[in-house]
């Protein structure tokens, strides 16, 4: 993901944080995982690194999405690059009956750090949408 503009790249890496086979798979869910990485789940839950490579494998697609796909419908997804190292992302998901607004922050890691220039999600909040809501 290094040689895509910044926006591109996280666009890219928050995809794939969808996909089941990454999610299944620790290795490949870590890589796209800043060190520092925290989420503030839909639930209100809050999640560090570790805890969510730990539960990401057991997290089912939606019951109305195929298992070969994507976990949710994803909607909307745009980004703005915010400092050269810093890329915020907005989308909508549904999965499973609920409609959630979602908001990442992915940041490059340094040239030569053990990301070697990757971008990697730092920050994820889900917040859900209520029955009705535009």
Avoid: N
């Avoid at 926006?7 to 890496?13: L, P, R, S």
């Avoid at 539960?55 to 195929?66: C, G, S, V």
């Avoid at 499973?96 to 220039?117: E, H």
């Amino acid at each position: 993901m290094t040689g895509a503009s910044g926006v591109e790249a996280a666009i890219a890496g928050e995809l794939r944080l969808l996909d089941p086979a990454v999610r299944a798979s620790r290795a490949e869910a870590a890589r796209l995982l800043h060190p520092d990485f925290t989420e503030v789940g839909a639930s209100g839950r809050r999640w560090t690194r570790e805890a969510m490579l730990d539960a990401l494998p057991d997290m089912a697609p939606a019951p109305a999405l195929p298992a070969d796909g994507p976990p949710v419908e994803v909607s909307g997804m745009t980004g703005v690059q915010l400092a050269p190292d810093v890329v915020h992302l907005t989308y909508e998901t549904v999965g499973g009956g609920r409609r959630v607004r979602r908001g990442s922050l992915w940041r490059r890691d340094p040239a030569g750090g053990a990301g070697g220039g990757d971008w990697r999600l730092y920050y994820h909040q889900g917040t859900p949408v209520p029955e009705g809501m535009v």
